[in-house]
């Protein structure tokens, strides 16, 4: 049987305090499923999506949660895609989570993550002079595909480096000494698998892409052409261009808006559970198309 999209203790609000974007220690949070579950119940959050990277594997402990709290969980995820020579996140909201064509690409995804670790752990090694570098992230992370944040984190706790943004400019990010580039599932095959399992794919975050409006403005049309529904609009931090610029596109694609905090941790108090401005005047939400599911 499959597991259902939702666990729902009543029927939807219109306007839901939402919040469909955060991550548990099933990938790259600090907070267990159950903690992050407990957490968005105490901010307000009615409905919750836990989207880790690239896995399902905190759903069951998050959805037995969700039901302890009276608040509703959206099948979630983040995968980790490949368009050009770009890595971009797209967002599943709403999937089967059991489906094959769904479990057959986390499983590839997952593989990837690993290779990917195996390789910054090597470089580590010989660039920070640490020995048993992927080891130490495993271990930090409980899993063996731990990302790039696992590793910042186990750099700071080794005393290698100040804080977690000093390990990315120093070590992770592109450019750097221990950076791997990873050839994610393509943005096509990604939508293509959530809208198999009948799920809504968005596109995450996109004014961190760092893209000029053109390239952006591209980018939605081939995501829109591949079949994805859905933009992450309602975003903390956001400054009046980007809101603009995201307006823009709401109004020149036909994509619903969706929104999230990217929440990890409760140290980045920037990114708190369900504290997201409005949507856009107008806009569609993406939460229609639960209810249309």
Not at 33 to 58: F, I, K, N, S, Y
Not at 153 to 179: C, I, T, W
Not at 261 to 283: I, K
């Amino acid at each position: 049987m499959l597991l259902a999209a939702f666990t729902s203790p009543g029927p939807r609000m219109t306007s839901p305090c939402y919040d469909f974007h955060c991550h548990s220690t099933a990938s790259d949070g600090t907070l267990t499923p159950a903690e992050l579950v407990a957490r968005a119940a105490a901010a307000g959050v009615e409905q919750l999506a836990l989207t880790d990277h690239d896995t399902l594997a905190g759903l069951p402990e998050a959805r037995a949660a969700a039901v302890q709290a009276g608040i509703e969980l959206v099948t979630g995820i983040e995968l980790s895609v490949g368009w050009g020579n770009r890595e971009l996140h797209v967002v599943g909201l709403g999937m089967q989570a059991e489906h094959p064509a769904l479990l057959a690409l986390v499983e590839a995804q997952q593989q990837a993550r690993v290779r990917r670790a195996e390789q910054i752990g090597r470089k580590l090694d010989k660039a920070a002079g640490l020995a048993g570098s992927y080891e130490r992230a495993a271990s930090l992370a409980g899993t063996d595909a731990p990302g790039r944040p696992l590793f910042a984190r186990m750099l700071v706790a080794a005393g290698k480096v100040r804080d977690e943004q000093h390990a990315f400019n120093r070590y992770l990010k592109p450019g750097q000494s221990a950076f791997v580039s990873t050839p994610w599932v393509a943005l096509e095959e990604a939508v293509a698998a959530l809208r198999e399992t009948g799920g809504v794919a968005v596109l995450a975050h996109p004014v961190r892409y760092g893209m000029t409006r053109r390239k952006l403005r591209q980018l939605l049309a081939d995501f829109c052409a591949a079949g994805g529904e859905g933009l992450e609009v309602a975003m903390p931090r956001l400054n009046p261009a980007q809101q603009a610029l995201l307006r823009e596109c709401l109004r020149d694609f036909p994509l619903y808006a969706s929104g999230g905090s990217d929440f990890h941790t409760p140290a980045q108090q920037w990114l708190e559970l369900g504290r997201l401005p409005p949507l856009p005047e107008g806009a569609r939400p993406v939460w229609e198309l639960f209810r249309a599911a």
